[in-house]
Every structure is written in structure tokens, then in C-alpha cells.
């Protein structure tokens, strides 16, 4: 998400089916169940969204503004607007809305855990269902807490994208690195993405990032141990969730107006360690 032009050209798509993984896998509604056991791996951090209302500010802050941070987004972030984030129902909605704002023409928001949640390695998982149409970019993503490699920027400290969406090609996830000497990526097939539940999940050790929808694999990054060029996934990084509007990528064939509002409905965020 952060500074990257993406085209379709460049991206190999690979066609797997979307068949349900477990129960909390790619049903319609949503999983009031406690945190599921996985074994060899023990829950440090999640959010069931068993509330009402804003989302919890221990857990959640806010990126704000319209300049889409390289990207050309045509929306304006808000802060704690229940219009654009709210939990309702057990789920966490992002809405995207299209109206004139701060000088936007269209609204969002951005749910950030920098400073209450930050993790090196683990598995990370989101049980999202994703918002559909025209000029719609949403994300799962992760970025350092601490940028401390090279140029104290991006690509140095390095990205990690879980998911990333977007409404022209409303079939395909994308899974994603970034860093200084690697913009790594791939696709998998998922026909039901914006209609239903899939657990966008990620896998982070000191040797390999894996990224997974449902209980499929479809991405692997290998640490090649030759510096953080390759490799700046060895400090704290923290959770980032947003839908944008339009931009380098997302816009690529314009916005369509007339689909507004759009949401990003979330069912769960769960962190789990890798079990003593």
C-alpha cells in the first residue's frame, strides 16, 4: 500500500478453489465462538469485537488525512467517526462513503495497533469479508514500528501485506512483501471474496513469511540471511486496516460513484506466539 504501483501484468495469478477450511473459514455470517485452539501456537492478543460502538482505543488509533501517503488516494482518513469505524453486531465495520470531506470527495478510515500492538514473528490472522466495486483498495497490511534500517523509510524498513483487494478484479487476493532489494508477490483465486467470511492469515518466523487464505498457502518469502535489504522483518511490526478509495492502484480504471458506501467487514483479529 505504501508508495507502490502495481499492474496487473506484472502479478501471476494462480487459480486455486475457495472450498471452506474450517469453521471459521468462508461461511456469510459471522463466529461468535471463543479464540479456536491451534496447536503449537498460544493467543497473546485479539479482538472479538464483542462491543458496540467506536473501536476499542486500547487496542486501535487512527491514521488521519487525504494524502494517501504516496499513493493518490481520493479519500480523507477520519478519526473516531462511527460513520467510517464502528463494531456493531460482533463484527468491526470500515466504511468507505462518498461525500465532500475536509476537502475529499470520499471518506474512510484507517485502524492502526502501533503502540498497542506490536509483534516480531507469530502468526497474525483477520476474518474479513471485503467490500466489492469499481475504485474500492482494501488491506490487511503490516508496517514496522521502528524504522531504523537505511534510510529510516520505505522500502528500507520493509511492508508486509496480508491482503490487499481491489474492486476491478474482484476475484483475486494479493499477498505481499516490500524492501529494499525485494517487491515480492502473488495471487490466489477466491470467487466469494466480497460476498463472504475468509481468514486472511500470516505466518512469521525469523527464516519465512507464509501467507494463507482459509487454510491455503499461496505465498512464501524466504529470509536469505544477506541484511536487511532482503530482510527487515526482525523487529516489532503492527496492524494496519483500511479501505482506500481510488489511487495509483486501486484506481487504475477509475472509481465507480454509484457503489458507495462500501465495507470491510471484520469478524475477528487474532495474534498468536509460537507455543513453549
Known amino acids: 500500500m505504501l508508495k507502490k504501483i502495481l499492474a496487473s501484468a506484472i502479478l501471476i495469478i494462480l487459480f486455486f478453489g475457495c472450498k471452506k477450511s474450517n469453521p471459521t473459514g468462508n461461511n456469510s455470517t459471522t463466529n461468535n465462538n471463543p479464540p479456536a485452539a491451534i496447536n503449537g501456537w498460544t493467543l497473546v492478543w485479539s479482538d472479538e469485537f464483542n462491543y458496540n460502538g467506536l473501536p476499542d482505543s486500547t487496542k486501535w488509533t487512527y491514521d488521519v488525512g487525504n494524502s494517501g501517503w504516496g499513493n493518490k488516494e481520493l479519500e480523507y482518513y477520519t478519526r473516531a467517526r462511527l460513520k467510517n469505524a464502528r463494531v ?11 461525500e465532500s470531506y475536509n476537502g475529499s470527495n ?28 469499481r ?48 517487491n515480492a508477490t502473488n495471487t490466489i483465486y477466491i470467487k466469494d471474496a466480497t460476498a463472504a467470511f475468509h481468514v486472511y492469515a500470516m505466518e512469521w518466523s525469523p527464516d519465512t513469511i507464509n501467507i494463507f487464505v482459509d487454510s491455503t498457502k499461496y505465498f512464501t518469502y524466504v529470509n536469505n540471511h544477506n541484511g536487511y535489504q532482503w530482510w527487515p522483518f526482525d523487529k516489532d511490526f503492527h496492524f494496519l486496516l483500511n479501505i482506500a478509495v481510488g489511487g495509483t492502484w486501486g484506481g487504475l480504471y477509475g472509481v465507480d460513484p454509484k457503489i458507495f458506501p462500501q465495507q470491510m467487514v471484520i469478524d475477528y483479529v487474532r495474534v498468536y506466539k509460537k507455543a513453549d
Open 88 to 98: 456493531a453486531d460482533s463484527v468491526l465495520i470500515i466504511e468507505a462513503d462518498s
Open 106 to 133: 470520499y471518506t474512510s478510515a484507517r485502524l492502526v495497533s502501533k503502540g498497542t500492538g506490536n509483534w516480531t514473528y507469530g502468526r497474525f490472522e483477520v476474518r474479513a469479508k471485503l467490500p466489492f466495486g
Open 135 to 182: 475504485g474500492t483498495w482494501p488491506a490487511i497490511w503490516m508496517l514496522p514500528t521502528d524504522w531504523t534500517y537505511g534510510n529510516g523509510g520505505w522500502p528500507d524498513n520493509g511492508e508486509i501485506d496480508i491482503m490487499e483487494h481491489v474492486g476491478y478484479d474482484p476475484e483475486v487476493i494479493h499477498a505481499s512483501i516490500h524492501c529494499d532489494n525485494s
